[in-house]
């Protein structure tokens, strides 16, 4: 078969499937779960690798997670399809359940397509035409949320990492892995998707002011007041703002976990968290350096101590435009002419950024839905463009990547340079992850 042939059995064999790709999405969206305890979501995607692929599925990859190998005999580029598995916290949304776990960032979306393009490719048996191996992995934990539970999971020494990919690279998932590829959902108006986003990378940080206590009341000049030491802290970081170079988009947006015990007492352990954001590798730390400045500063001014845990974020995503190519004319094949953006500006962050600086990557957003991630207003309104346009297309270039003796896959990584090997890549992780 020549590929457009290939091309058209993927396309009719999702859409005889598209009810099936639907059900899993829609099921795993009215079952959420926060990162590493993603164990109902891995079990029904398992099932499905099992029952409906017939595919041998590695399960607990970290922690939670599954693999499924396809094409594995065959010689050539090796190809992974990635979904997210976990929920995030959104407690005022109408479909959030009792602990306010919701799928609020449509992860549940990209699991179901690419489960989707899973069957496209397997079912339709056009892997057999193709000259390279297609993995399919559901990732756990990209929320970085929970630190405290993560935390915990790292001195029982079930992670080193607190994202998913993370973890997924440290233990070895994608070193025999050339090209991954992934996508995410977002409202886009009038626009039904987009190729080639730009995103901010991270410092997490969870902050400690130890101050002293005594009676708020009767002798709070005894006392030394945590929780101003924290409103300073951040008044601090609010008046470095302009100083941060437009281009860098830093953003610190920090929470008060911790502010005290009980309102009679002065203050003494007040907990805060935050992620420092920006560009570029070198605005993250910049910024992360002078942030830390701010917040003992904070201390100083009221004589309390501060404590600065640094974890390992994420990565600001890369774009390689030869696979943003490839995935817009398939796009625009399966009706999407003049509907696809190319390029955009997102100050959020994705650990796939880790992988894109070891690999080439593919991470488009697909609309279909409708509110902005995270909030009460994010809906699904058009399920097939939500989940099965990305199936396709995703499949589809598989396809054109593996076809001809995976010329097109053979020509990206042999102009390819990754910008950390997995061994830089991990000891920039480590020089990441200490206190102050």
Do not use: W
Request: with cysteine.
């Amino acid at each position: 078969m020549n590929k457009e042939q290939l091309k058209s059995l993927v396309i009719k064999t999702i859409d005889e499937n598209r009810e099936k790709i639907l059900k899993i999405g829609q099921g795993i969206y009215k079952n959420p779960e926060y990162g590493y305890k993603e164990f109902k979501t891995t079990e029904a995607v398992s099932n499905f690798f099992e029952q409906e692929l017939n595919l041998s599925v590695e399960k607990n990859i970290a922690v939670t997670g599954c693999k499924a190998d396809a094409n594995s005999s065959k010689k050539g580029p090796h190809i992974s399809i990635l979904g997210e598995l976990d929920g995030i916290s959104c407690k005022e949304h109408k479909d959030a359940n009792e602990i306010g776990a919701s799928h609020t960032c449509g992860h549940n979306i990209q699991i179901a397509g690419m489960l989707g393009a899973a069957v496209g490719l397997v079912k339709s048996g056009v892997l057999e035409h193709l000259d390279g191996k297609v993995s399919f992995m559901a990732t756990p934990a990209e929320e970085f949320i929970e630190l405290e539970y993560r935390e915990q999971l790292k001195k029982e020494g079930k992670i080193t990492y607190f994202g998913g990919k993370q973890e997924l690279i440290k233990r070895g998932y994608f070193d025999d892995i050339d090209i991954s590829m992934m996508f995410h959902a977002s409202d886009l108006g009038e626009d039904k998707a987009l190729v080639g986003p730009e995103s901010n990378g991270f410092v997490g940080k969870k902050v400690k002011f130890i101050g002293k206590e005594s009676h708020a009341g009767s002798a709070p000049h005894d006392g030394i007041n945590a929780l101003n030491a924290a409103m300073l802290a951040i008044n601090n970081v609010n008046a470095l703002r302009e100083t941060f170079k437009e281009s860098e988009r830093v953003r610190f947006h920090p929470i008060i976990t911790k502010g005290g015990d009980i309102v009679n007492v002065v203050p003494a352990d007040v907990h805060m968290e935050s992620y420092v954001r920006a560009r570029t590798i070198n605005g993250m730390i910049d910024a992360n350096e002078r942030i830390n400045k701010a917040l003992m500063a904070g201390g100083m001014a009221v004589g309390a101590d501060v404590e600065i845990t640094e974890i390992p974020g994420y990565l600001p995503i890369l774009r390689y435009k030869s696979l943003d190519n490839l995935f817009k004319n398939n796009l625009e094949d399966l009706g999407l002419k003049g509907k696809v953006i190319d390029g955009g500006d997102f100050t959020g962050s994705f650990d796939f950024g880790d992988v894109s600086h070891i690999m080439p990557t593919l991470h488009p957003m697909i609309g279909g839905v409708k509110g902005a991630l995270h909030t009460r207003d994010f809906e699904i309104v058009d399920e097939d463009l939500a989940y099965i346009i990305p199936a396709k297309a995703m499949a589809l270039t598989v396809v054109d990547l593996l076809f001809d003796n995976a010329k097109d896959a053979k020509d990206i990584l042999d102009t390819f340079t990754p910008v950390m090997t997995k061994e830089e890549y991990l000891t920039f992780l480590e020089k990441h992850d200490k206190t102050l």
